[in-house]
């Protein structure tokens, strides 16, 4: 999975960047021009941190989504560089819009998070727009006769174009599973699920009061988007802890865990994502996969192979572990599941899979 951020100069997009992926990039006044910041973030689990404390294998592995950071986005830049950089972030399946909220009179930009989201929005429709016009207009130019594939595609970009021209996010509108495959090529920028991370002061976010709360709330809620409230500068402060002292401190705000960790759980819910966990003497593992995955294809995220031969998925349910204490007590309660390739992987399963190739 990979995530993009996105956000205009100043939010702190590097910052979190930085502090999602473990990576010190230099944050002043970032402008990528054509380059860009990748990092691994780790999806703290609880739940691996307990397979691996039962059965102490050789290594722990969390799940894992990817970042990049590409450079701030403002009105002010020319089309080309922004489209320049945009592309950089075509490929990603979601996007993460930084927001600033925090006053700094020595930190120059856009203070409005209104402003910020609705410019945001309005250059993804612009680049999605223009990409829809200019395949319509060589289509309706053609000199050949249109194949009926093409005319289905026109019929479904003009769709695309109304809505995109109404100031609609192609993720608004209605569209089969077989129509979104058609136009799944053009990597739009619309369809894509978005998070908000509003970034702000220690004393907004302590209070958890801030500018424009109730018209931030109903523009995340409009646009079937996530949000959180997290504070750039105070995590950065919580990141250079020691584990001991990091605790208290969020427990001296009444939070179980650090921003970081709940930006990642909200971009993993907001995407639709579950874990599987796989051990051995070697490895406890989690496994990133779509919701409603089903066993065959959760075997592929392990190994081709495994897929290509698999005869069945032993399952056991996380619960049942935390219930009864060990894998032997599922069994001997009848609970270790024999499932075939249609199965669907639920969060949290521990799975055995036996495969020939």
């Not at 956000?7 to 979190?16: D, F, N, Q, Y």
């Amino acid at each position: 999975m990979k995530i993009g951020i996105v956000g205009m100069p100043l939010t702190g997009k590097t910052t979190l960047f930085n502090l999602l992926t473990g990576q010190h990039k230099e944050t002043s006044a970032y402008s990528s021009k054509g380059t860009k910041n990748i990092g691994i973030a780790t999806i703290y689990d609880q739940r691996i941190e307990y397979l691996s404390s039962l059965y102490h294998p050789k290594k722990t592995t969390y799940a894992a989504i990817e970042f990049v950071d590409i450079g701030g986005i403002s009105p002010e830049l020319p089309t080309k560089e922004k489209v320049e950089i945009f592309s950089l972030i075509q490929d990603a399946e979601a996007l993460l819009f930084v927001i600033r909220l925090f006053e700094d009179p020595a930190v120059a930009g856009e203070k409005d998070p209104i402003v910020q989201v609705e410019n945001l929005r309005h250059e993804l429709l612009l680049r999605d727009l223009e990409v829809v016009e200019n395949r319509l207009e060589r289509l309706k130019k053609s000199k050949k006769k249109l194949t009926r594939e093409e005319l289905v595609e026109m019929e479904i970009l003009e769709r695309c174009d109304q809505g995109l021209s109404d100031d609609q996010f192609l993720s608004n509108l209605e569209f089969s599973e077989d129509e979104i495959k058609k136009i799944s090529g053009f990597s739009f920028y619309t369809p894509k699920p978005i998070i908000i991370a509003l970034n702000l002061s220690e004393e907004q976010f302590r209070t958890k009061s801030y500018p424009q709360k109730e018209k931030l709330v109903q523009v995340v809620r409009n646009g079937n988007m996530a949000s959180l409230s997290i504070c750039g500068k105070m995590e950065m402060e919580i990141s250079e802890l020691e584990p001991d002292e990091r605790q208290l401190f969020l427990e001296d705000l009444g939070l179980k865990e650090s921003g970081i960790e709940r930006l990642s759980r909200v971009c993993y819910k907001h995407l639709g994502l579950i874990s599987f966990f796989t051990m051995g003497e070697n490895e406890a593992k989690a496994w990133t996969i779509k919701k409603g995955t089903h066993a065959v294809k959760a075997a592929g995220k392990v190994h081709s192979d495994i897929e290509r031969g698999f005869i069945r998925a032993e399952i056991a349910r996380y619960q049942d572990l935390i219930t009864l204490g060990s894998m032997h007590a599922i069994k001997e309660k009848g609970l270790l599941k024999i499932e075939g390739k249609d199965a669907i992987i639920e969060d949290g399963d521990i799975i055995n899979f036996r495969f020939n190739v």
